[in-house]
């Protein structure tokens, strides 16, 4: 599994501060009639993964409980922004996620077609830098295009 481990008590505040922004943006798109007809785009120019391992939790395999019951891996990993963003009610018409490592890459796109079938013909996994995808994709933006452009990298990757 491709998993990253990175994160702490203020990546869940961040993640859920992103989900509230994304469902009040997406209300204005679904609910406002004169809005319905652009085109929405959303951008992780740090995709990574699609799975983030906390420092707090154990890098051991799960134990099995004694009764039997089988733990969901899911329990083990905290969602990502990718998840996040795929989970909501309100579709963008376009996801557009950048990530640099061709395995983490990898990763998200069989995530991503095995947990939202339904979304993945809206994805687009780029394999390359976010600098220079983000410069080319905003330069192919029309007048009815609109975009989140969700920026959090690891390190001092911008």
Same mark, same amino acid.
């Given at each position: ?15 859920k501060?992103?989900?509230?922004? *994304?469902?009040?943006?997406?209300? !204005?798109?679904?609910? /406002?009639?004169? +809005?319905?007809h ?10 990574g993964?699609? *799975?983030?391992?906390? #420092? ?7 134990? *099995?409980?004694?009764d039997?019951d089988?733990?969901?891996? +899911? ?23 950048i990530?640099?490592?061709v395995?983490? +890459?990898k #990763?998200?796109?069989?995530? !991503? ?5 339904? @979304?993945?013909?809206?994805?687009h !996994?780029?394999t390359?830098?976010? /600098?220079e995808?983000? !410069?080319?994709w905003?330069?192919?933006?029309? @007048?009815?295009d609109r +975009?989140?452009?969700f ?7 911008v």
């Amino acid at each position: 599994m491709a998993e990253q481990k990175f994160g702490g008590p203020w990546t869940e505040k961040k993640l859920k501060a992103l989900e509230a922004y *994304l469902k009040a943006y997406l209300r !204005i798109f679904t609910s /406002n009639p004169s +809005a319905q007809h652009f085109t929405r785009h959303y951008v992780d120019a740090f995709a990574g993964s699609g *799975l983030r391992h906390t #420092h707090s939790q154990p890098a051991l395999p799960l134990k *099995l409980p004694k009764d039997g019951d089988v733990l969901n891996e +899911a329990q083990a990993f905290m969602e990502g922004s990718v998840r996040k963003v795929l989970s909501l009610d309100d579709p963008f018409h376009n996801y557009w996620f950048i990530e640099n490592n061709v395995n983490y +890459a990898k #990763h998200l796109k069989d995530s !991503i077609k095995s947990e939202f079938p339904d @979304r993945f013909p809206l994805c687009h !996994i780029e394999t390359q830098d976010s /600098n220079e995808f983000l !410069i080319n994709w905003s330069e192919s933006l029309g @007048r009815n295009d609109r +975009a989140v452009v969700f920026l959090d990298p690891y390190g001092m990757q911008v």
